[in-house]
């Protein structure tokens, strides 16, 4: 879970940098932009399904 969240982290802290300079991007950037904002929500899930699961464990 440590890994997850540090990588939330990390990739939250590109994605705020990109966001920032959106609108001077060129098509390649944008592209970066966009698969990084997949990559962003995919360990939002990921770490929400995680959370989740341990919630379970932690009531049986």
């Known amino acids: 879970m440590k890994l997850l969240l540090g990588q939330l982290v990390m990739i939250g802290a590109i994605w705020i940098g990109m966001a920032?300079?959106?609108?001077?991007?060129?098509?390649?950037?944008?592209?970066?932009?966009?698969?990084?904002?997949?990559?962003?929500l995919f360990l939002i899930v990921i770490i929400v399904k995680a959370w989740i699961k341990q919630l379970i464990r932690k009531r049986k």
């Open 20 to 40: 920032t300079f959106f609108s001077e991007m060129n098509e390649g950037a944008k592209l970066i932009f966009y698969l990084v904002t997949s990559w962003l």
